[in-house]
T-cell receptor
């Protein structure tokens, strides 16, 4: 069975500072990886995904994540955050075998950007 | 396109009451899902439907039932609500193909007193 660990439940950061949100997964087979963002009182939206190919994937609003197979990680980074990035971020994984039709989500990291 | 819609947005129930949460998608997706979100626990899958006419249990199915009424609609029923079912409920549907990307509705905030 697959699992996802997001060790940081909350990450406070000042505006224009860099940020890294950590995600580690557990799976014995190849995976697809996702980061979703949830703004206050809204549903989740896909931020970026890794399916195959280049291990560095980017979103349209400046976030990037790197798939590291040896460390089973998919950390999310942004070099300079904005107040509008305040949200909860969820990492998710789908195993390519035995994963069925489902994603497994981490417990989420609340990013709070302060002035 | 409205995407994934959910009704109601908010609901307060007394212990033992029943209700049905409605979900519909207009993207012609085959697979649909119901999750609950609780603080510190992320999203947990309650039930899912891989296609019209099929449903399967997820991680936390106890106390819930589902109906895949047609390709568009997937409802979640609480037969006898309990305070432990106080949560935010999200419906999602999956983009066809190999990406397994899911689109989420805006959620239903349920309180059981």
């Amino acid at each position: 069975a697959q699992s996802v660990t997001q060790l940081d439940s909350q990450v406070p950061v000042f505006e224009e500072a860099p940020v890294e949100l950590r995600c580690n997964y557990s799976s014995s087979v190849s995976v697809y990886l996702f980061w979703y963002v949830q703004y206050p009182n809204q549903g989740l939206q896909l931020l970026l995904k890794y399916l195959s190919g280049s291990t560095l994937v980017e979103s349209i609003n400046g976030f990037e994540a790197e798939f590291n197979k040896s460390q089973t990680s998919f950390h999310l980074r942004k070099p300079s955050v904005h107040i509008s990035d305040t949200a909860e971020y969820f990492c998710a994984v789908r195993s390519l075998t035995g994963g069925g039709n489902k994603l497994t989500f981490g417990t989420g990291t609340q990013l709070k950007v302060e002035l | 396109n409205a995407g994934v819609t959910q009704t109601p947005k908010f609901q307060v129930l007394k212990t033992g009451q029943s209700m049905t949460l409605q979900c519909a998608q207009d993207m012609n997706h085959n697979s649909m899902y119901w999750y609950r979100q609780d603080p510190g626990m992320g999203l947990r899958l309650i039930y899912y439907s891989a296609s019209e006419g099929t449903t399967d249990k997820g991680e936390v199915p106890n106390g819930y039932n589902v109906s895949r009424l047609n390709k568009r609609e997937f409802s979640l029923r609480l037969e006898s609500a309990a305070p432990s079912q106080t949560s935010v409920y999200f419906c999602a549907s999956r983009v066809p193909g190999q990406s397994y990307e899911q689109y989420f509705g805006p959620g239903t905030r349920l309180t059981v007193t």
